[in-house]
Nanobody, 123 residues
Framework: QLQLVESGGGLVQPGGSLRLSCAAS????????VGWFRQAPGKEREGVSC????????NYTDSVKGRFTISRENAKNMVYLQMNSLKPEDTAVYYC????????????????WGQGTQVTVSS
């Protein structure tokens, strides 16, 4: 079964940190660029960060630059999103997605999606 599974979400106070993980099974992430997206209640899904197949190139949406770091361990078939200095506006369901033929593209170009993990930033 080809799938992505996110983990690591939870409830954290403002200023806190979380590390999200994205595990691939049934296929090798070596051949895929990976993106993290998020969707808050009543809002459209937005791209948060993306990483190239080798990890040599990364991109971030402006609102998370300097606070979030994306990384990958192809040997473990894993991608991570380290989130520091979290703010209430970071509250959302976070999804990872994998795309083979593009990089940091729109959601419709991604081949696989995870089920999402909830991140709640609140005091």
């Amino acid at each position: 079964q080809l799938q992505l599974v996110e983990s690591g979400g939870g409830l954290v106070q403002p200023g806190g940190s979380l590390r999200l993980s994205c595990a691939a099974s049934g296929f090798s992430l070596d051949y895929y660029a990976v993106g993290w997206f998020r969707q808050a209640p009543g809002k459209e899904r937005e791209g948060v960060s993306c990483i190239s197949k080798t990890g040599g190139t990364t991109n971030y949406t402006d609102s998370v630059k300097g606070r979030f770091t994306i990384s990958r361990e192809n040997a473990k078939n894993m991608v991570y999103l380290q989130m520091n200095s979290l703010k209430p506006e970071d509250t959302a369901v976070y999804y990872c997605a994998a795309e083979m033929y593009y990089y940091c593209s729109g959601p419709d170009k991604y081949d696989f999606w995870g089920q999402g993990t909830q991140v709640t930033v609140s005091s």
